[in-house]
């Protein structure tokens, strides 16, 4: 038997022998960790608001948001194999807004795969905005229970112009539970190999956008896709058991 | 609004057409919707081609009927050889009034993506 497993055994029979030191030792590093997601910028903060203004990286970590997650311009969020639930008793109480010069990157573990996710912690579901001028990319992520009503629909992407950033990308992306999976306003964005599933109005809506969906998986929707006064192209889409596949409306 | 090589199946509605905008569905199967397959209204004119209707309660209405321009569908396939009833003489899915499906395929006819690319290339040539 080598060092390594003469200590491990040595720490398990401690352990067994000693519970109340165990548990002291235990609380004492919950303390340390709350007072570090406290006080760190790079984690978000027990309770409220956590404004990022400066780049951080994540990755393979459980995080709950209890308040409004805010990239700011000149701040970026590059979350590889995060979990991140956002918890709050009502509609709206947690939520995520990316502003112009703003960056959000959600993307897989490089070491473990494990992908990223947007998921509803509490009674309420959240908000996903992405607004005019902020660059993102979600790739092989997660997100779920997005979004409630017409003005905070899910991820709604304003303003957004893919010819100009080659970032922008939904790729390998799966969205569930919300009201629409993802909104475009006055926006252009490619949506690729996506998994769409039980949203209140919509899988993808569009408005005065461009998109380009490419092997799009989308069922159980009321109405897959909706695309107003837009430019919509489908190829190698698979579309079934919904109310309606695509609806275009060019003039109301 | 471009379809291509895309499945459609079991909507009540697969593609529904408001306005004038251009919209071409092409080399997609569309099966079994429970209402319509396609339907355009106030102008719209989709254009179907090299398209697989089967099972549809309606593949494709034309909601101007008989007295505006025809909704172009030629080379589909209607589910039946003989071609779309309704509108059509044929027992395959039915069309309405305004839709141009001759000539039709007596099977499924859909092209690969590549054959596709190159039919787009030999016309623009």
């Known amino acids: 038997m080598n060092r390594m497993n003469v ?27 709350a007072s570090v997601a406290a006080a760190s910028p790079h984690l978000p903060p027990l309770e409220g608001d956590w404004v990022v203004s400066t780049p951080i990286v994540l990755a393979d970590a459980s995080l709950t948001i209890r308040g409004q997650l805010v990239v700011e311009n000149g701040g970026s969020l590059d979350l590889r194999g995060v979990s991140l639930s956002l918890e709050g008793n009502g509609d709206g109480d947690a939520g995520i807004e990316v502003r112009g010069g703003g960056v959000l990157l959600a993307r897989p573990s490089p070491a473990t795969g494990r992908r990223t996710r947007f998921r509803r912690g509490g009674r309420g579901r959240f908000s996903f ?6 660059d993102f990319l ?3 992520t997660v997100v779920a229970g997005a979004g409630w009503d017409e003005a905070h629909p899910g991820l709604i992407v304003e303003g957004y112009d ?5 970032r922008l990308r939904i790729v390998q992306a799966e969205f569930r539970g919300g009201f629409t999976g993802v909104t475009l ?7 690729a190999a996506s998994r769409f599933r039980r949203h209140r109005k919509a899988a993808v809506a569009l408005d005065r956008s461009s998109a380009v969906l490419t092997a799009v998986d989308i069922r159980e929707e009321r109405t897959a896709i909706q695309a107003t006064r837009s430019t919509l192209t489908i190829e190698g889409g698979w579309i079934a058991e919904n109310g309606t596949g695509g609806r275009h409306v060019t003039r109301r | 609004m471009i379809v291509g090589h895309s499945v459609f199946e079991s909507n009540v509605r697969h593609v529904r057409l408001v306005g004038n905008a251009p919209a071409r569905i092409h080399d997609s199967v569309l099966l079994f919707a429970s209402d319509v397959a396609v339907t355009a209204a106030e102008g719209a004119l989709p254009r179907l081609e090299y398209d697989d209707f089967v099972g ?6 034309n909601r101007a009927g008989a007295s505006g321009p025809a909704i172009p ?18 027992k395959g899915d039915p069309v309405s009034d305004g839709v141009d499906f001759a000539p039709w395929c007596r099977q499924s006819c859909i092209r690969t993506a590549r054959a596709d690319e190159r039919d787009a290339q030999r016309r623009v040539e």
């Open chain 2, 56 to 61: 549809n309660l309606l593949a494709v209405r």
């Open chain 1, 138 to 140: 979600l790739d092989r």
């Open chain 1, 7 to 33: 200590m491990r055994r040595v720490a398990l029979v401690d352990l067994g022998r000693r519970p109340r030191a165990a548990t002291v030792g235990v609380l004492v590093a919950a303390v340390v960790l």
């Open chain 2, 73 to 90: 569908a030629s080379n589909c396939f209607w589910g039946s050889e003989d071609g779309p009833s309704g509108a059509g003489r044929g």
């Open chain 1, 185 to 191: 306003r006055e926006s252009s964005l490619a949506i």
């Open chain 1, 129 to 134: 905005a992405v607004r005019r001028g902020a």
């Open chain 1, 162 to 166: 893919a010819g100009q950033s080659p």
